[in-house]
């Protein structure tokens, strides 16, 4: 009697260590649009639509567009919210709840996604010198020479579009990267180019953008993505070596 105990423990041990996702988990991750519908294996609370729309444009304050930003971008930022590089309390626990390939295939969907006018009406104002030309003086590098002089992105390096981006988030993101919160950026690059940004210009900077026009990701990204993946992959320390010109940011 006391074997026949013994190995039932150990078969409950074991079935308690099994990982291998259930038939439930699969079907709730089947491909990208899966995932964002229903949250994947983490359930209904997880869903990406909630908060980023049936369209993947955000909504209009705090949670940001997705639909046509560059994929490796995009996972990029699911696996710094896993890893805790970029931390959040929402993104960090709804990242951490898939697995690489769930990350890969809801940033790929979200690419794929035709951009939505932009909810601001469209400006015809001219950007503010401080994001056309920064301010060497200062410190401030151009945040056109990365994501280019209408935030369209440069393609180079995983610089994403910024243009069509609701203001209060791009705001949100600039003062976190000056306050240290945010921090995935390799060397510091984003944290050290708005170090000195005023309120004022870091207003001026979001409130425009957000007027510009989002338009799909330049093509020259799709050869940068998989490099975004598979700095992605690597641990948080190694990632620190690429070169400064990468931004990866906002």
Not at 213 to 227: D, E, H, L, Q, V
């Amino acid at each position: 009697m006391r074997v026949s105990l013994s190995v039932l423990v150990l078969l409950t041990g074991l079935a308690a260590c099994d990982s291998t996702p259930g038939q439930t988990d699969r079907t709730f991750t089947a491909n990208g649009q899966v995932i964002a519908m229903s949250g994947g294996a983490g359930g209904a609370a997880n869903a990406c639509f909630t908060c980023h729309g049936l369209d993947g444009g955000g909504d209009g304050v705090a949670a940001p567009r997705l639909a046509g930003l560059d994929a490796g971008y995009l996972q990029k930022q699911l696996e710094d919210y896993a890893s805790g590089l970029r931390p959040d309390d929402a993104m960090t626990r709804i990242a951490k709840a898939l697995d690489q390939e769930g990350r890969r295939q809801v940033a790929a969907y979200y690419a794929a996604l035709p951009p939505p006018p932009t909810q601001t009406p469209a400006s015809i104002a001219p950007a503010p010198a401080i994001y056309l030309n920064g301010d060497p003086s200062r410190g401030i590098v151009a945040c056109a020479s990365c994501h280019g002089d209408w935030g369209q992105g440069s393609g180079q390096g995983g610089n994403p579009q910024i243009a069509g981006q609701p203001a209060a988030y791009t705001l949100e993101q600039i003062d976190r990267w000056k306050a240290g919160k945010r921090r995935n950026d390799p060397r510091g690059v984003m944290a050290a180019a708005v170090k000195s940004l005023s309120d004022p210009e870091a207003r001026a900077i979001a409130s425009w953008l957000s007027t510009q026009p989002a338009s799909p990701a330049p093509a020259s990204a799709a050869a940068t993505g998989s490099a975004s993946v598979e700095a992605a992959a690597r641990p948080a320390a190694s990632r620190e070596t690429r070169r400064p010109y990468r931004s990866d940011g906002a």
